[in-house]
């Protein structure tokens, strides 16, 4: 690992949170719903997304696996907020959204991971 990498690790977390600041901003601007849409939408896709970087990682290498995984996608996506929404809506009683949140968003994002690790090795 040298400087070069880590830099431009971070360049890619920087781009993978400021796709997350957008696309959830697109998602939620002027709607309101029941379940925090625009964390679950995020966190599903890049779930599916690092499978498929994941899945190519022996046709990509290291470098792009390192820069597109743990940067872009680990910028992108966000455990700590969906944690945070889950508990949110536990904490204001709506104890059923909380557990389809945090339970739901679980089982599909591993599930995504998983078609996309999949289909990430077929390329």
Avoid: C, K
């Amino acid at each position: 690992m040298n400087a070069a990498l880590i830099v431009v690790v971070a360049l890619g977390g920087g781009a993978g949170a400021a796709g997350r600041f957008l696309l959830d901003g697109l998602i939620n601007t002027g709607r309101e719903f029941r379940l925090p849409v625009g964390t679950l939408t995020i966190n599903i896709t890049g779930s599916l997304l690092l499978g498929i970087i994941v899945g190519a990682a022996t046709h990509l290498g290291a470098v792009p696996v390192a820069v597109l995984g743990t940067g872009v996608m680990g910028g992108y996506t966000t455990f700590s907020t969906a944690s945070f929404e889950t508990v949110r809506l536990a904490r204001s009683g709506r104890i059923t959204a909380a557990a389809i949140n945090g339970l739901g968003m679980l089982v599909v994002s591993v599930a995504a991971a998983t078609a996309g690790i999949l289909l990430g090795g077929t390329l």
